[in-house]
């Protein structure tokens, strides 16, 4: 199984990145997808997940508003949409892909919920 996360890069305050992770080797469309991201010297934190269906999606707080998951299932992808950046939003992106199927959001936000993990990209927000 790979995923593979892509579309980081520099941007400043107040721009957009769009981040796609595309999967192989495992059933996409029968994977709830995640995005996570950590910071340097901070613990790595839940960002967004979406369901196996598409029809569930769950953010953290702190990005509700600014970023969406989506995804599609005939590409084995799934983006996170990254809007109104600000430097605190600077960390290395994950994605990663659960097997569960969760009706509330709490699973979801738990690291060990997750069967696979990609290699991460690097967003980086200037001031």
């Known amino acids: 199984v790979q995923l593979q996360a892509s579309g980081g890069g520099l941007v400043q305050a107040g721009g957009s990145l769009r981040l796609p992770c595309a999967a192989s080797g495992l059933t996409f469309s029968s994977y709830s997808m995640g995005w996570f991201r950590q910071a340097p010297g901070k613990e790595r934190e839940f960002v967004a997940a979406i369901s196996w269906s598409g ?3 769950y953010y953290a707080e702190s990005v509700k508003g600014r970023f969406t998951i989506s995804r599609d299932n005939a590409k084995n992808t799934v983006y996170l949409q990254m809007n109104s950046l ?3 939003d600077t960390a290395v992106y994950y994605c990663a892909a659960t097997s569960g199927r969760y009706s509330v959001s709490y699973p979801y936000t738990q690291n060990h919920r997750y069967d696979y993990w990609g290699q991460g990209t690097q967003v980086t927000v200037s001031s």
């Open 55 to 57: 029809y569930d999606t």
């Open 86 to 88: 600000k430097p605190e």
